[in-house]
């Protein structure tokens, strides 16, 4: 139980376009997902808290208007990355909240994008 | 503010021995303790946390964790370590007085489990 997945896993894009990145919790209801942002040999940083329905919390410095947050759904959020630049290529981890245990988060397992 | 430190950058042990990886806490409040584990190029896996109750928490893999509350102490512990073992460990804090589901994660500890 408890399985977060993402899609895709690995995407290679060009500068400037725009990169959609899909966070599904498959056997819960998600009330909660969370986006994090990992360096290389680094910790995750939290970009933002996305709960269903309602808009993303950002955290500070985290432009809202370049990685749009979508939680339409209960097993559902999508980060898009608007108008990618070399220096948005990271690795990006979503994690999501059981709302029937809402203890534990449950990460995916990430997604590299590679902006060129 | 919570805040979570990992004191070691890096952890070396032989396959076999026990194994410890250092986690301490600060929170206002009552803490959610967490450990995960970081395979390379993958996300975070749940091995075990502390909520509430006894203070000796077992969870996957073989691993445990201890809570201190006089030394905002949460240590991974395994006792035999495998080579399979190697990768990224990260401790986690959640301030239940925070009102907040984040978590706060330590900078990762690298476990290397020498053959």
């Known amino acids: 139980g408890a399985v977060v997945s993402q899609h895709p896993s690995r995407v290679i894009c060009k500068s400037g376009t725009s990169v959609k990145i899909e966070c599904r919790s498959l056997d819960f209801q998600a009330t909660t997902m969370f986006w994090y942002r990992q360096f290389p040999k680094q910790s995750l940083m939290l970009m933002a808290t996305?709960?269903?329905?309602?808009?993303?919390?950002?955290e500070q410095g985290v432009e809202k208007d370049k990685f749009l947050i979508n939680h339409a759904s209960l097993t559902l959020s999508t980060l898009t990355v608007t108008s990618a630049h070399p220096e948005d290529s990271s690795f990006y981890i979503c994690?999501?909240?059981?709302?029937?245990?809402?203890?534990?988060?449950?990460f995916g397992p990430g997604t590299r994008l590679l902006v060129l | 503010a919570q805040s979570v430190a990992q004191p070691e950058d890096q952890v070396n042990v032989a396959e076999g021995n026990p194994l410890t990886v250092k986690c301490t806490y600060s929170?206002?409040?009552?803490?959610?303790l967490f450990w995960y584990v970081q395979y390379p190029n993958r996300g975070l896996q749940f091995l075990l946390k502390?909520?509430?109750?006894?203070?000796l928490v077992k969870g996957s893999y073989g691993f445990e964790a201890e809570f201190n509350k006089s030394q905002t102490s949460f240590h991974l512990k395994k006792p035999s370590a495998l080579v399979s073992d190697s990768a990224l460990y990260f401790c986690a804090v959640r301030d239940l007085g925070a009102g907040s589901y984040q978590l706060t994660f330590g900078k990762g500890t690298k476990l290397s489990v020498i053959p």
């Open positions: 996305s709960n269903e329905g309602s808009k993303a919390t950002y």
């Open positions: 502390y909520i509430t109750g006894d203070n």
């Open positions: 994690s999501a909240i059981d709302r029937q245990s809402a203890e534990t988060q449950y």
């Open positions: 929170v206002s409040g009552n803490p959610y």
